[in-house]
């Protein structure tokens, strides 16, 4: 955004056929909502959908608006605070279902595992973006593998193994297209698959059966086990 203005290039790269289908089918959803409940209370449901959505578009502008490198330059002050907000869920974080993972912002509930996601980003950019981490080898990455660690250990415990587990992937996917070489992704992945029956071992029963619920979904065809 320049002097005001939203900059030409945003609209040039706005992808509208997607934007386009993603508002029609929002669009299909808030008219299904209103007439699956008969009386006001489905029109509510729709118009709080579509104010929901509005609020997303708000933000989808904001957001394309701010220039990506600005956000990298302050990564490790947002890293720094997306771990505090983790480390707070303890403390101050609404349990459900058995769960702390969310925070209460007044009415709403937010979930900052999920906003740690963009922090996590934006740091491991940041810190390949420095002299020191290039060349990409086995020394970066034990230099960036804290940076999925420390993060994902307070994830866990919240409990939420898919978002912590989320963290390794898309950190071994900034390396490489940071350059790293392939033949040290295939020792990670040796190493992985050694650490299997390990890490196996130390899953709980119910995440256990989420993770064979979603290699065969035939075991729960009806989804009680990943409630």
């Known amino acids: 955004m320049k002097n005001g203005r939203i900059d030409r290039r945003l609209l040039q790269n706005v992808d509208w056929p997607l934007l386009g289908a ?49 956000l990298v330059r302050i990564a490790p002050l947002l890293y720094l605070a997306g771990l505090t907000v983790l480390v707070a869920v303890f403390a101050l974080g609404r349990t459900v279902s058995g769960a702390r993972r969310w925070l209460l912002v007044g009415p709403i509930s937010v979930q900052p595992s999920e906003l740690f996601k963009l922090c996590f980003v934006l740091m491991v950019v940041w810190f390949l973006s420095t002299r020191w981490a290039q060349p990409v080898g086995k020394t970066v990455l034990v230099a960036a593998a804290p940076l999925a660690l420390v993060p994902a250990v307070l994830i866990v415990k919240q409990p939420d193994l898919g978002t912590a587990l989320l963290l390794f992937p898309v950190l071994i996917a900034l390396l490489v297209a940071a350059g790293m070489r392939l033949r040290i992704l295939g020792g990670l992945v040796l190493m992985g698959l050694a650490a299997a029956p390990v890490a196996w071992l130390a899953l709980k029963d119910y995440q256990r059966d989420r993770i064979l619920v979603f290699l065969d979904p035939l075991r729960d065809p009806l989804g009680e086990r990943t409630t």
Do not use: P
């Not at 929002?26 to 509005?54: C, D, E, K, M």
């Open 22 to 70: 993603t508002v029609s089918l929002v669009g299909l959803s808030a008219t299904t909502l209103a007439t699956l409940n008969v009386g006001r209370a489905g029109g509510g449901i729709a118009v709080r959908q579509l104010a929901w959505f509005g609020l997303g578009l708000i933000a989808l502008l904001v957001v394309a608006s701010i220039d990506y490198r600005r």
